[in-house]
């Protein structure tokens, strides 16, 4: 076998060997609880404006079908960051968060990529079983975590610093954002740590609720049981909502979702203000969805569409093209491959997921359905 055709024939491995200097930057911007759909790119701007989640979809490609690992903060977030399932980790509720892994067994993304010479830094909500107090366990060479009330401003500061600090080498940076979060707050009455999103309009001027609001004929015993449980706490308050009720639910819903997509423009911002835009891979997603009242239900926590579809767009200006995508994406375990895909970096052994690089890239929507997924 020739130079020539080993390269052809090794595609992507042969990317591993590249200098690191040679290398994409990585802007990974995730926020807390948004539905895959809810983003003005998606549903036009009447009554939602996301003018920085729909620059990032105007110079990329958007996954429309990407479900998260689980619809709950620390398992979908451990997944994303580590690339196994939540069965792997044994971490598939809040609760464990506390529970420190095995970083040997399962290292996260800052370990992966900072073996690779990346300058690693988190910004951000953590919620993750990791001590962030330890870089040796989770491989950021710099955590700032939100503020102690959970908020998002300042979070888009720390994340802009490091990435005008360290423009000359690559970097993986990522940005963690609360919002739209504190929707949990609204059917509470408690109060936001961003601030009050404001009195709803007149109920008509709200926008519409979900149309499939009511309760599926063959929900499951399971769900049922959670359904009666969770609406008769403070938890989940809704079992008395009415259509106005939904309506301005969701208005508060997309106020929230406004306000830390101007947060998110000023992460993105410094990246175009530091001239990186062609050397930077920006990837967008969601730990989960809300349902806003489908079938009834508030927040997350089970697998009904709106809680486990999220957003994801991968941009690199002058590689991606614009595009919508239909390949199924699992954004716990395909999220490390395709970022591991841009670096040109090794994956890690034993990650069940696939790269989504080529399909970003527009070389194919290929839906790996399949036997090509590994189990």
Not at 36 to 50: K, Q
Not at 220 to 236: E, G, K, N, V, W
Not at 240 to 251: F, K, M, S, T, V
Not at 284 to 289: L, M, R, S, V, Y
């Amino acid at each position: 076998m020739n130079r020539r055709t080993f390269l052809k024939a090794s595609g992507g491995a042969a990317l591993a060997f590249a200098a690191p200097s040679q290398r994409p930057n990585i802007l990974f911007i995730m926020t807390d609880q948004q539905f895959a759909e809810a983003m003005s790119c998606r549903i036009g701007t009447r009554y939602l404006r996301t003018p920085h989640m729909d620059s990032l979809a105007a110079n990329g490609m958007l996954f429309e079908r990407a479900y998260c690992a689980n619809p709950l903060c620390v398992p979908s977030r451990t997944s994303l960051f580590t690339g196994r399932y939540p069965t792997e980790t044994g971490v598939e509720t809040n609760d464990q968060v506390k529970d420190h892994l095995d970083s040997r067994k399962f290292p996260l993304m800052g370990s992966i990529f900072k073996r690779a010479g990346y300058a690693t830094g988190y910004f951000g909500k953590w919620h993750l079983p990791y001590d962030q107090r330890k870089p040796e366990t989770h491989g950021f060479d710099i955590v700032v975590p939100n503020k102690k009330q959970g908020g998002d401003v300042g979070t888009e500061v720390h994340a802009a610093e490091f990435i005008r600090a360290n423009a000359g080498k690559p970097f993986l940076a990522v940005a963690s954002f609360l919002n739209p979060h504190n929707i949990c707050q609204w059917p509470r009455g408690e109060a936001f740590s961003e601030g009050d999103p404001g009195t709803p309009p007149p109920v008509d001027q709200c926008p519409p609720r979900r149309p499939n609001y009511g309760t599926p004929k063959n929900e499951t015993d399971t769900i049922l049981l959670m359904r009666r449980s969770y609406q008769a706490t403070r938890m989940f308050p809704v079992g008395n909502y009415g259509e106005a009720d939904w309506r301005r639910y969701i208005w508060a819903y997309y106020r929230m979702i406004e306000k830390v997509d101007a947060l998110i423009g000023k992460v993105i911002e410094s990246v175009r203000g530091a001239g990186l835009e062609q050397r930077t891979v920006i990837v967008f997603t969601a730990d989960h969805g809300d349902c806003q009242g489908a079938h009834g239900w508030n927040q997350k926590t089970v697998f009904y569409d709106e809680a486990s579809r999220v957003p994801f767009i991968v941009s690199y200006k002058g590689t991606t093209p614009r595009g919508v995508a239909r390949r199924l994406v699992h954004t716990g375990v395909d999220l490390i491959p395709t970022l591991c895909s841009y670096a040109g970096i090794p994956v890690p052994q034993g990650l069940a997921g696939l790269s989504m690089k080529d399909t970003a890239n527009g070389k194919g929507d290929r839906d790996p359905t399949d036997s090509s997924r590994r189990t």
